[in-house]
């Protein structure tokens, strides 16, 4: 089993990752009030109770700690994990997309749709993924429409009985 090695960050890039999330969702997002941990080779961004260190890890193989937030991309970009969009989603002025009701279902099954409103979304960048009363997830806009990225382990199926 191959381990993946976490980095603590701290300082100066803890406040990185919240101008990121700042720069591409409109919302503050204090990340000083938890551990923040990176991959060292994914760029993925993890985030823990501060309360974690209380824990004897020693003994342990950790693969990942806490919940996983996203992913940092180039050009300053995070593409957001389900948890990430719903904790970031909830104050988020910015690459916003609204489904409608008869896309709500096709996205969750994993197709591309198109939005039916967007709040400030800029084209070729990752969006937050919402109905009016619930967070899906993060995907990426495109001019054609949304691309999902939904992970497979997260896409419902349905059979021809339940339709």
Do not use: C
Not at 20 to 39: A, C, H, M, W
Not at 135 to 163: C, D, M
């Amino acid at each position: 089993m191959q381990t993946r090695a976490l980095d603590l960050l701290e300082g100066q890039q803890v406040k990185d990752i919240e101008k990121i999330i700042q720069k591409n969702y409109g919302t503050e997002l204090d990340l000083q009030q938890y551990s923040v941990f990176k991959t060292s080779n994914e760029e993925k961004i993890w985030i823990a109770s501060r309360q974690i260190f209380q824990v004897d890890l020693s003994k342990l193989v950790v693969n990942s700690i806490g919940l996983y937030l996203g992913k940092l991309k180039r050009n300053e970009k995070i593409n957001l994990s389900t948890e990430g969009s719903q904790l970031i989603g909830k104050t988020a002025t910015k690459n916003v997309v609204y489904l409608g009701k008869d896309s709500i279902l096709k996205f969750l099954q994993g197709m591309n749709v198109k939005p039916e409103k967007t709040l400030n979304a800029e084209p070729h960048n990752f969006v937050i993924i919402r109905t009016e009363e619930e967070i899906l997830g993060s995907s990426l806009l495109t001019e054609e429409g949304i691309r999902n990225l939904l992970p497979k382990s997260r896409r419902i199926s349905l059979t021809r009985s339940e339709l």
